[in-house]
């Protein structure tokens, strides 16, 4: 949008906000004001009324045109921080039409609805929400089985983005079964905490497979990989970026990322500290899964497993992992993670849950018998208790098709 366009809408939006309830244009009910009651007194004394009317608006007029230019300097101010420093002219501000007596909340609101449509500044920063609130709420009502993973994830992100000066940047690694949500945690902290979401410019997802597949090109990916996380925070101080499938990343790629994590930094360097890294995996889904099956074995509820008692067995299993070379990596011997995140396997009453989020999603109704049939066609292990979902939720929202009218 240029800003001669947003220049015409601003001064025809000042000229309706000034009409409908401006100051100096219509008092209590029934009591005119202004320009009209100038016009009234016209009437009064006898003068045309075609002639009265025409000189109350030509003045109204005027003064809404002083007020736009009045509007647009401070938009300019605001949005563009330009024409901040403008000295006001000779004749000074009009009486009366002062922004904090006539709209100033309503630059506010012009303001942010002209950013909703693009960047309002040089860098990605601008469009940062940090809606943890919202994240919280959301988790809480669209995540289900992952007691741990709620509590971890927000205490972790409202911890760090509240802090005045992290000593490093946040890493987070997410560890289960396919299905357990880990992506769909993912990218709800990129929509809570970037107005476009996985599309923000602060935002880099990585998936393993997919940006990095050959080995014998590590080197070039390395490359990329630093320069693409160098200008991202350049660009947005405050960024995210997500490693999918991070147990197939190649270690040496790992170790190339290991300086953007560590606690060190000059000050004629980019600062790191405010990122948040997101590492997404399978591993350590084992040692979930036969924590979760004791408890339920021994009558316990799944919301009595502790991090305390959950953390040592999966880091003892991410160690003795011999899968590519994410175990062994610097991100686990030097400590470089700061919350290892368990996603437990999910129940059948998970899967009903989500499959009634499936239908809501999509506008349908639903009855408990369909939620059942659902959850019906999933898969459920281990062989005998049949107690855990094999696949998640992570086929719901597609099979939910096979029982619609």
């Known amino acids: 949008m240029g800003r001669g366009r947003l220049l015409a809408c601003l001064g025809l939006a000042c000229c309706l906000l000034l ?5 100096g244009i219509s008092g209590s009910r029934g009591t005119p004001r202004g320009p009209w009651k100038e016009e009234q007194g016209l009437m009064a004394e006898g003068a045309p009324w075609g002639r009265a009317r025409y000189e109350a608006v030509k003045k109204h007029l005027r003064a809404v045109g002083a007020l736009s230019k009045q509007y647009w300097q401070y938009l300019a101010c605001k949005v563009w921080q330009k024409g901040c420093e403008e000295e006001e002219d000779e004749s000074g501000p009009r009486p009366g039409w002062s922004l904090p007596l006539v709209g100033q909340d ?3 609101i012009l303001s942010a609805w002209y950013c909703s449509f693009g960047k309002c500044c040089e860098t990605g920063d601008c469009r940062i929400i940090n809606n943890v609130t919202g994240l919280e709420a959301d988790l809480n009502g669209q995540l289900h089985g992952q007691h741990l993973a709620k509590e971890i994830v927000i ?7 509240q802090s005045p000066q992290p000593k490093k940047a946040l890493v987070l690694s997410f560890h289960g079964w396919s299905g357990t949500g880990k992506n769909f945690v993912a990218r709800m902290v990129a929509s809570h905490l970037y107005r476009d979401g996985l599309k923000s410019e602060c935002v880099r997802l990585f998936i393993s497979l997919f940006h990095f597949p050959h080995h014998k090109y590590v080197d070039s990916y390395k490359a990329q990989l630093k320069k693409q996380i160098s200008e991202t ?10 490693f999918d499938e991070a147990e197939k990343l190649h270690f040496r790629l790992l ?7 560590a606690r060190s930094y000059e000050k004629d360097q980019v600062d790191y500290r405010r990122s948040i890294f997101l590492f997404l995996s399978n591993l350590g889904g084992s040692a979930i899964n036969e924590v979760a099956l004791d408890f339920w074995r ?12 959950l953390e040592q067995q999966l880091r003892q299993e991410l160690l003795e992992s011999a899968e590519d070379g994410y175990a062994h990596s610097h991100l686990l011997k030097e400590n470089l993670i700061d919350f290892f995140v368990p996603f437990l396997p999910l129940e059948y009453h ?3 849950l989500c499959a009634r989020d499936a239908f809501l999603a999509r506008g349908l109704p639903y009855t408990e018998a369909a939620l059942d049939e659902v959850a019906r066609t999933m898969v459920f ?3 005998e208790e049949k107690l855990f979902s094999a696949q998640g939720c992570k086929s719901v929202p597609q099979r939910i098709n096979y029982f619609l009218p």
């Open 19 to 23: 009409l409908l309830g401006g100051s």
């Open 106 to 108: 309503y630059l506010e």
């Open 155 to 161: 205490q972790a992100v409202q911890g760090f983005l």
């Open 233 to 242: 925070v350049q660009h947005c101080r405050h960024s995210l970026f997500i």
């Open 255 to 261: 170790d190339a990322i290991k300086p953007f994590m």
């Open 298 to 309: 021994a009558g316990r509820a799944r919301e009595e497993i502790s991090m305390e008692f």
């Open 350 to 352: 998970h899967v009903k």
């Open 381 to 383: 292990v281990p062989k």
